[in-house]
């Protein structure tokens, strides 16, 4: 699940880990504050640790996709991130602090435990998790030769992604090649390449320029998909499972590494 401000997408359980981190630090200094304890730079030292751990071990265990743009190991903004490692690392920093400082051990740990129960509760309200189950909305849009086409038929009873792209979207170009490699590496999903806003003329001489193939192109004139998704900033990516429900969105580039992982838990898994 992706909140737009302006021009820009963010994960929202991104911004909703920072909030419970903000829960954890109010608490904490409520439960220290007689004997003026805080645990702010403790929590940012946590954070300081588990950021680039879970960050590493996503990127060494996903390390082919990131070998032909190995800048793109330092671009956070694709979502990869290992989170079982990072809250190892996380609790041993903790740990450590603790034992250099015994004092910290009660409002830590009542932070923390704040923090974690109002992830808990985000979590049971939907906010923080999957996306909520939704089919492919209806929308009549065309193929390359002009002719109406329903987004769900395109699925034909398997999992399918979705790319919402235009051709005048430079992170939409960078992400283009991972998708047409991904599409010849997963013949069992259907990849389908939704153009927003765009004259079928438009997106038939850009196809002709570009140095790879896309199967499975439609043109979305009227930007009818971007309004049933409630999107307005491109690109962006859905992941259908084979029983046509909505398990995985990404707004923003998507990483080759970030949808290879998506790919394998949403679709190869089922």
């Known amino acids: 699940m992706n909140v737009n401000i302006g021009p820009f997408a963010f994960q929202l359980a991104q911004i909703l880990v920072f909030a419970c981190a903000v829960v954890a630090v109010a608490v904490g200094w409520m439960v220290g504050r007689k004997h003026r304890i805080g645990i702010s730079d403790v929590i940012f030292d946590m954070a300081l640790v588990a950021v680039p751990t879970g960050r590493a071990v996503f990127v060494a265990t996903w390390f082919s996709a990131y070998q032909d743009d190995p800048w793109s190991v330092f671009d956070i903004r694709d979502g990869g991130f290992e989170p079982w490692t990072a809250l190892i690392a996380a609790i041993l920093i903790a740990v450590w602090r603790m034992r250099q400082r015994p004092a910290l051990l009660k409002p830590l740990c009542v932070g923390l435990m704040a923090g974690i129960g109002a992830w808990i509760v985000l979590q049971g309200a939907g906010w923080a ?19 109406p086409s329903l987004l769900s038929a395109s699925a034909a009873g398997r999992a399918m992604v ?63 998909l971007g309004k049933a ?39 190869e898994s089922h």
């Open 129 to 147: 998790g999957t996306p909520p189950p939704r089919s492919a909305p209806v929308v009549s849009l065309m193929d390359m030769n002009g002719r």
């Open 162 to 224: 979705v790319n919402m792209w235009a051709t005048w979207c430079p992170p939409c170009q960078r992400e283009m090649p991972a998708l047409s490699r991904a599409q010849g590496l997963h013949p069992k999903v259907s990849f389908v390449f939704v153009n927003q806003g765009e004259s079928l003329d438009v997106v038939s001489r850009y196809l002709r320029l570009v140095p790879f193939h896309l199967d499975h192109v439609l043109v979305d004139e009227g930007n009818l």
């Open 229 to 267: 998704m409630d999107s307005t900033a491109l690109p962006m990516t859905l992941i259908y499972g084979a029983n046509g429900q909505l398990v995985y969105s990404h707004q923003g580039l998507i990483s080759e590494a970030v949808l290879a992982m998506q790919l394998e838990r949403c679709c």
